[in-house]
């Protein structure tokens, strides 16, 4: 029997999922893998919290060196998320020889390359499995399992917060404020809700993906991001009128060279596999050259999933000698292309008088920048300010859908409430 002691660097919920993980399954890790796991040393902020029914106190500390020093201790895991003092613990417990394990999407995608440069000179290990998905083994799916693919294309709703939001507005008819303090209340989104609802937790953890999933470094500033706090829940339903669902996705592409990364609500027709995803629940769509499509779902947070991501790198690492580092020699990110106007449908809703010669003027718009109307439904005036008039386009690039966009918005009495992309 190999035993392997492992500090942690945080005790949270994901720390404490992981801890219980590692406690309640330590039999069945000794029959199936040989291994007894040992937490000797775990950082917290306070010794005085309260803690999970069995979380042994003697191994709590406020002290980082006594496991980033520890020689007993061969793997680390990391759940301190944000930066810093991530960034420098991680680096820390790599010039000491110990293998990382970490779920936190923010220093990953900032610091990667440093943080495996380190862990090469080294000899160390640095696993992420718990960092884009939660429990959905997307990440070594990508590492080995596609390996025989040229993957053009990734989606995924990776954010189980707006993914609940959406799910409600939509499921139950209602705007966006009531719906997020309904999921404030439910413990389903933070206090301070921006980091999810303005896109950048997909953001970070796309960033991850694409990287591996395009074999190129796809840094988070190259990511374009917007979020949901725009949508109300009459686009929502008009959007279901022409038998779409809407979903915040994290999407990435490879086409011709150049590689597009966004995060933006989509509509996507409610017969593709990523419309019947509900609630917290996090989804993962691949379209490779020999697999074709491929989905994986479950949940993407929470303590005992994201744990169980966690635990699967530690095991891991304590199976191995040779660590597998990621490496994109034959696109390198000086040599990668990112484009910004991609091609998609749009989704827009205008408010315009009820006379004639309007609808004439704003198809002669839409036909001076190439934009082509798919459809149009014209709904019944609601109030003094206009009729809501919404159309849907073909296949249009989103630079002369703006363009068109600023030029109906400087029409008289005409006004743009809503542009959202549409994704076949």
């Not at 990287?211 to 725009?230: C, M, N, Q, W």
């Not at 949940?299 to 690492?317: F, K």
């Amino acid at each position: 029997m190999k035993t392997v002691k492992i500090g942690f660097l945080g005790m949270g919920n994901v720390g404490s999922g992981t801890y219980s993980i590692l406690k309640d399954n330590a039999k069945l890790i000794e029959q199936r893998e040989g291994l007894r796991l040992i937490v000797k040393r775990a950082l917290v902020r306070s010794l005085d919290k309260a803690r999970p029914d069995g979380v042994d106190a003697d191994i709590l500390t406020t002290q980082p060196q006594d496991v980033l020093n520890d020689p007993e201790i061969e793997l680390v895991a990391e759940f301190l998320g944000g930066k810093e003092p991530a960034r420098e613990y991680m680096l820390q417990a790599l010039k000491n020889g110990k293998t990382v394990i970490t779920a936190n999407k923010v220093a990953l995608a900032q610091c990667w390359p440093e943080l495996e440069q380190c862990a090469r000179e080294h000899n160390a290990g640095l696993y992420f499995e718990a960092s884009a998905a939660g429990g959905i083994p997307i990440i070594r799916t990508l590492i080995s399992s596609m390996q025989a693919n040229d993957i053009d294309r990734i989606m995924g709703i990776i954010n189980g917060t707006t993914n609940y939001i959406l799910s409600a507005m939509s499921k139950e008819g209602r705007d966006y404020a009531p719906v997020l303090a309904d999921a404030q209340r439910l413990g389903l989104a933070e206090p301070d809700p921006s980091l999810d609802v303005d896109g950048m937790d997909a953001a970070f953890k796309l960033s991850i993906l694409s990287s591996l999933a395009f074999h190129t470094r796809v840094p988070v500033d190259k990511v374009y991001v917007e979020g949901i706090t725009g949508i109300s829940g009459a686009d929502i339903r008009f959007g279901q009128e022409f038998g779409l669902t809407l979903k915040l996705l994290a999407i990435g592409k490879k086409q011709d060279g150049h590689i597009e990364v966004r995060v933006h609500p989509t509509f996507i027709p409610r017969e593709h596999p990523l419309a019947s995803i509900d609630g917290a629940t996090n989804a993962v769509f691949i379209h490779g050259n020999s697999v074709g499509e491929l989905m994986l779902s479950g949940q993407g947070a929470g303590g005992l999933p994201t744990g169980s991501a966690v635990v699967s790198d530690l095991i891991y690492a304590a199976h191995t000698d040779v660590h597998q580092y990621t490496t994109f020699p034959n696109t390198p990110q000086s040599q990668a292309s990112f484009s910004y106007n991609w091609e998609t449908g749009f989704y827009v809703r205008l408010t315009c008088p009820d006379r004639p010669g309007v609808l004439s003027a704003i198809a002669g718009v839409f036909a001076r920048y190439g934009v082509s109307i798919a459809s149009m439904v014209q709904k019944p005036a609601s109030n003094q300010e206009g009729v809501p008039i919404i159309f849907l386009t073909h296949s249009s690039k989103e630079l002369s859908l703006k363009q068109a966009a600023e030029e109906l918005s400087k029409l008289e009495q005409v006004r743009v409430n809503s542009i959202i992309r549409v994704e076949r």
